[in-house]
């Protein structure tokens, strides 16, 4: 009985998250088709439940339910960071499924169970559990990507998603598979104590590595593995574009992290070259193919791309320093991720969401509080100091210098260099042309608040870094 209550009280978030979003599918039966934003309301309301459980079990450090599931401080971050990125990705839906007539209370719910699998991945600490958060999140996100059931893109753009996503995940379970084999276990901190007790690595070792290095690598949007990026995030509802490139995203280097820096690290050896080739390559292909989108959301398809590069160098540095990037990073490119969407979804031509990056000629003329907000937004994310992108960047870039990859920093700075050009060029349409088109504003509180929450957040991480770094490092796993 004792057991049974430390298990429930342990995962109590989710199951307030869970049997919410149960709840609510029932309670939508009930609610006529103008009353759907009600469960908006409910599920944010349902969210701060869930943080605030969060909060209580922060300073924990339990593994529960026969060792896969941890309750420490890496999972109540992550879960933290979740919240923030469902909570502010429901705000602008709502206005945004009226309009696009995809007002449905199953949208918002969906993004709950999307919610409860990324927190069973946070504090996953067996392969199997793993695997089942990752799944529970990925379906309901498939189903997400192709909710505008009219739209030729949005269905396209589901079916990818769903055929490369099923094939990633088939890799992924092969290289689980492998790993058990190999190892006797799914638990990590047993298959690291098997690992630190080989003198020699197995080859089937290195293929099990392989093949999980490409199933996260996908989750992640990791060349390699990134075809599937630019297509679905043109196609999904703009809200859901943002939620994909800031949740599930940090969902998947979350156990990229544990499974990699925990389970793996006594061969952290083997496969840190791999890791930073396909970081080069990631960085690279993101940044040169921006340069020549037209679409703003294929355009930050590949700018996620290249992030996610940047990210994956902590993987390279290792270490406590390497884990606090990456975590860092993953807060920073919430915020300022959100905030450029928000403002795309903010900003309409006539009757038509601007998505062409020509729609956004001469708006500091026509708007300059939009303007601002999107040259905030856009300067962060290419790395322009003072801002919060700057310091994700360096920080990553001094723990690989203090482990002596020297060059891999200085690719990495070639590569923003790159990258900031495509961002600075949408700035240069804002303010030094004339205006192309007349845009109203799809403003509500709820889009401003995003909006102000998201420049906060990146400008303030930019002056005042020393906080949420000391976060970030007491939250380190190990």
């Given at each position: ?14 199951i307030v ?13 009930f609610?006529?088709?103008g009353?759907k ?42 879960k ?15 206005n ?19 919610l409860s ?43 990818k ?8 995940s088939?890799?992924?379970?092969y ?13 990590l901190?047993?298959i690291?104590?098997v ?12 293929l ?16 390699p ?86 990210g ?7 270490g ?31 009757n038509?969401?601007g998505e ?38 360096f ?38 042309k ?5 845009f ?14 998201a ?11 020393s906080w ?5 490092q ?5």
């Amino acid at each position: 009985m004792k057991f049974d209550i430390i298990n429930i009280l342990a995962s109590m978030p989710e199951i307030v998250v869970i049997s919410a979003a149960c709840l609510l599918l029932m309670v939508d039966l009930f609610l006529r088709k103008g009353q759907k934003r009600i469960i908006a309301y409910l599920s944010l309301i349902v969210i701060l439940i869930a943080a605030g459980e969060t909060l209580r079990l922060s300073d924990g450090n339990i593994q529960v339910f026969y060792r896969m599931f941890a309750v420490d401080g890496f999972s109540a971050f992550f879960k933290m960071l979740f919240y923030l990125s469902t909570a502010l990705c429901i705000l602008i839906s709502i206005n945004y499924a009226k309009i696009e007539d995809i007002e449905h209370g199953e949208y918002y719910i969906l993004m709950l169970f999307a919610l409860s699998g990324m927190m069973l991945m946070a504090s996953a600490v067996d392969l199997i559990s793993i695997y089942v958060g990752l799944e529970l999140m990925a379906i309901s996100v498939y189903a997400l990507t192709g909710f505008m059931k009219r739209s030729v893109r949005s269905n396209e753009a589901a079916m990818k998603y769903v055929i490369l996503g099923a094939v990633s995940s088939g890799i992924l379970i092969y290289g689980i598979s492998l790993v058990y084999g190999l190892t006797g276990t799914t638990q990590l901190k047993d298959i690291a104590g098997v690992l630190r007790g080989q003198a020699n690595i197995d080859t089937g070792l290195i293929l099990a590595i392989i093949f999980l290095v490409a199933g996260f690598g996908f989750k992640v949007a990791a060349v390699p593995f990134h075809m599937w990026a630019p297509d679905v995030y043109e196609g999904a509802p703009t809200p859901i574009t943002a939620f994909m490139s800031v949740g599930p995203k940090a969902a998947a280097f979350a156990v990229f992290l544990r499974v990699f820096m925990d389970a793996l690290a006594p061969v952290a050896a083997d496969w840190t070259a791999i890791i930073a080739v396909i970081s080069v390559l990631t960085m690279a292909i993101g940044s040169f193919v921006a340069l020549v989108q037209t679409n703003i959301k294929r355009m930050l398809a590949y700018s996620s791309i290249a992030h996610a590069g940047y990210g994956l160098l902590g993987f390279v540095a290792g270490g406590r320093d390497g884990i606090a990037g990456v975590m860092l990073y993953m807060l920073i490119y919430t915020f300022m991720n959100i905030g450029i969407f928000g403002a795309i979804i903010t900003m309409r031509k006539g009757n038509v969401l601007g998505e062409d990056i020509s729609d956004y000629t001469g708006l500091a003329k026509t708007n300059k509080g939009m303007a601002l907000l999107m040259l905030i937004f856009l300067f962060s994310l290419a790395g322009i100091p003072p801002l919060a992108g700057f310091i994700g960047k360096f920080y990553i870039f001094m723990a690989l210098i203090h482990k002596g990859f020297i060059s891999l920093a200085v690719i990495a700075v070639l590569m923003s260099a790159v990258s900031a050009y495509f961002y600075i060029r949408i700035v240069m349409l804002m303010y030094m042309k004339e205006p192309a088109h007349n845009f109203n504003l799809a403003q509500t509180p709820a889009t401003r608040l995003v909006l102000a929450i998201a420049a906060f957040g990146t400008i303030v991480i930019g002056i005042l870094p020393s906080w949420f770094i000391d976060i970030v490092q007491r939250a380190v796993f190990g």
